[in-house]
């Protein structure tokens, strides 16, 4: 008689107490780094191992590195029917794809508009991903970052980053070259320490035209990307200054006092003025990927002489572009939604949505993941299968 499915959750638990997971992602490759430190795992097949232990990527996709020879165990090349014991160390290095064809992505040169030994502030264009996440591999900030610094003798792993921007969102990005000055200025980001002020295009002109916005903001209910003013939210407070008005048209100047995800976008579509292009809190526009936003300055403490440091960028060509053409009445038009935006904002009670997978996958790994995704209820299943996000 097999053990119950209890038990089953049980030695999963234990199996994954028990051994250590160190992941990494370069510019090129991908690095899965195990060690088993406990028995619980013994006499389990590699492949349902590494699914257990990785759960955002599917067993199929371990299946297909295995056979390729881009897994092994205690040094030698795996097969996929190897059965792990206790103290085996499994090491996976796989080489990312290229992006898929039909994904936009930047190969635009790196932009640094302030360079010290152990940080930089770079201005990243629209459009642009700040690391790799989804089925973008390639063309990242962060990966361009590591390669500038490959270039000069420098270790690449050094780069992280302080903060973040939207993919949409254009503008400056600081990074840290080494653990001890990202940790610096990590912490000064998290005491507000950190001043961040921002350029927006926004429909209509707020009143009164210096004002402060502080509605809450938590997360949504519709698994859609977007998030909502809501009483039970984390406190906000966006302060906005508008600088001029074009034929409806608002280019604002807005601190933030607190930095929670799609603050000022929210904020301003809330209070009647959605940023122009913005697809999810408002419309649309031709000529945009996304909202006009840009991260226009960053003023903070030197991390070691405490000095201010300031870094001012304009607004990119896209976005000046609009804002010259609204001088003339030339307000940018509506476009219809992409199909990636669409599937991102669909109500998941309309219908269940297909999880789309990266086209780099051979039709027989996807035929096979697309069944495994169906069992994933099935209370038969003995595995779980992770997802290629």
């Known amino acids: 008689m097999g053990d119950t499915p209890a038990h ?19 510019s090129t490759h991908r690095h899965i780094d195990i060690i088993l430190h406990g028995s619980s795992a013994d006499g389990w097949r590699l492949d349902r191992i590494l699914a257990l232990l990785c759960p955002t990527l599917s067993r199929s996709l371990f299946q297909m590195w295995i056979q390729r020879g881009d897994v092994r165990c205690n040094g ?30 930047h190969d635009a040169a790196l932009r640094i508009v ?16 700040v690391h790799q996440a989804g089925r973008v591999f390639h063309g990242t900030l962060l990966g361009q970052v590591q390669q500038y610094l490959e270039e000069r003798g420098r270790d690449p ?8 921007i939207d993919r949409e969102t254009s503008g ?33 002109c707020p009143q009164p035209e210096h004002g402060h916005w502080r509605q809450p903001i938590g997360p949504g209910d519709d ?30 100047r ?51 002489h405490r000095q201010a440091v300031r870094v001012e960028s304009p607004l990119p060509p896209p976005l000046a572009a609009i804002w010259e053409a609204c001088a003339h009445a030339h307000l940018p038009q509506p476009r219809r939604l992409t199909a990636a935006e669409s599937l991102r ?16 996958i051979p039709p027989e790994i996807h035929q096979q993941i697309r069944h495994e995704a169906g069992q994933r209820n099935s209370p038969s299943r003995e595995d779980e299968h992770g997802r290629e996000d």
């Open 223 to 252: 698994g859609t990307p977007k998030r909502r003013i809501r009483d039970d939210g984390q406190p906000c407070h966006t302060e906005y200054q508008v600088l001029e008005e074009r034929n409806g048209v608002s280019l604002l």
């Open 157 to 164: 792993e050094q780069a992280r980053l302080v903060n973040r």
């Open 172 to 204: 400056l990005v600081l990074i840290g070259l080494s653990a001890d000055t990202q940790r610096a200025l990590s912490m000064a980001l998290e005491r507000r320490d950190v001043q961040k002020t921002y350029l927006a295009l926004c429909h209509g």
């Open 254 to 304: 807005i601190t933030l006092h607190t930095g929670r995800q799609h603050q000022i976008r929210l904020h301003a579509a809330h209070n009647g003025h959605p940023l122009l292009g913005d697809w999810i809190y408002g419309q649309a526009c031709e000529g945009l990927p996304g909202q006009a936003l840009h991260a226009h300055r960053l003023v903070f403490a030197h991390p070691h």
């Open 8 to 26: 089953d959750d049980e030695r999963r638990r234990r199996i994954r107490g028990e051994a250590s997971v160190q992941r990494q992602l370069t």
């Open 114 to 129: 302030h360079e010290e030994e152990d940080f930089l502030v770079v201005d990243k264009p629209p459009g642009q991903l």
């Open 76 to 105: 030698s090349p795996a097969r996929v029917s190897t059965r792990v014991r206790r103290g085996d160390h499994i090491a996976v290095k796989t080489l990312l794809p290229n992006n898929p064809e039909d994904l936009q992505h």
């Open 345 to 360: 904002l669909k109500d998941p009670e309309e219908g269940r949505r297909q999880r789309r997978l990266p086209d780099w």
